[in-house]
């Protein structure tokens, strides 16, 4: 059996570039442009990271913990990499896609693994309206913030959140407020995959709200539409004896 094109990604840290030199002595290596599968070395955020830069073309990505929490990466281990490569099981995602309009009337476009989250700015409270599928389902939502999150994304900032833990193949997101002030006892919803959320910012400019996909803020919104994307689909592979779906399974069963 051919052995697949590998190229390596690091984080910044010193355990992170250590290892990539390592493993590029101990392995043959390409470009990423060139490689069947990326092997990243670091934490959840060069995952993310490297999954966004990846986006359209869809390499599968193993990835190894070099960082700190390494909730989307395997244990780094530098000896049987090619056995692990073939043997991995394979998780496919889909992001989010935010289409965020500003007070001064644009537009900006961006996906998240993990989540969408709209937050305050200010001390002020932000005031938050939500539609599913265009029908208006809670006219005002007083709080710091409301986000939705992917499967993948529901044991982030969303548990944090006192957000659901959803199950990879469940077909669903979590919608979440952040510290709720009104409703008291709203809660939250979990919703179909295939809902839209549309997010319209009351009194935007007294509460000013800002909208985050992963890592892209936009500030000053007045609107945030988020629905799954389905044009992008982005591969992760996993040890099959820690796969991401026994991960977020045993993440429900935590002390």
């Known amino acids: 059996m051919t052995s697949p094109r590998i190229a390596f990604v690091a984080g910044p840290t010193p355990d992170a570039r250590a290892a990539l030199s390592r493993l590029r002595q101990r ?3 390409v470009p990423v442009g060139r490689a069947d599968v990326v092997v990243a ?16 073309k869809g390499t599968p990505i193993f990835g190894m913990n070099r960082g700190t929490v390494g909730f989307l990466m395997n244990a780094y281990r530098e000896t049987g990499l090619l056995k692990r490569l073939r043997e991995a099981k394979a998780v496919s995602l889909n992001p989010l896609i935010m289409r965020a309009t500003t007070v001064r009337g644009r537009t900006m476009v961006a996906r998240a693994i993990n989540e969408v989250s709209l937050l305050r700015q200010s001390r002020q409270t932000a005031k938050i309206s939500i539609s599913i599928d265009g029908q208006r389902r809670l006219e ?9 999150a992917t499967p993948a994304g529901s044991t982030a900032y969303n548990l944090s959140a006192h957000g659901p833990i959803l199950p990879l193949g469940a077909g669903l997101l979590a919608l979440t407020p952040i510290s709720p002030f009104r409703p008291r006892r709203w809660r939250g919803a979990i919703l179909p995959r295939t809902a839209t959320v549309t997010f319209e910012v009351l009194e935007a400019d007294r509460r000013p709200v ?11 919104v007045v609107q945030v539409v988020v629905a799954e994307d389905h044009d992008h689909s982005l591969t992760l592979l996993f040890d099959p004896e820690h796969h991401l779906e026994e991960r977020i399974l045993k993440e429900q069963f935590q002390p």
Not at 212 to 220: H, K, R, Y
């Open 27 to 29: 392995y043959a290596s």
């Open 41 to 56: 070395l670091g934490g959840d955020g060069l995952m993310l990271r490297t999954l966004h830069e990846l986006m359209d």
């Open 140 to 148: 005002e939502l007083a709080c710091d913030g409301v986000l939705v």
């Open 210 to 220: 800002s909208a985050v996909a992963d890592s892209t803020e936009v500030l000053d």
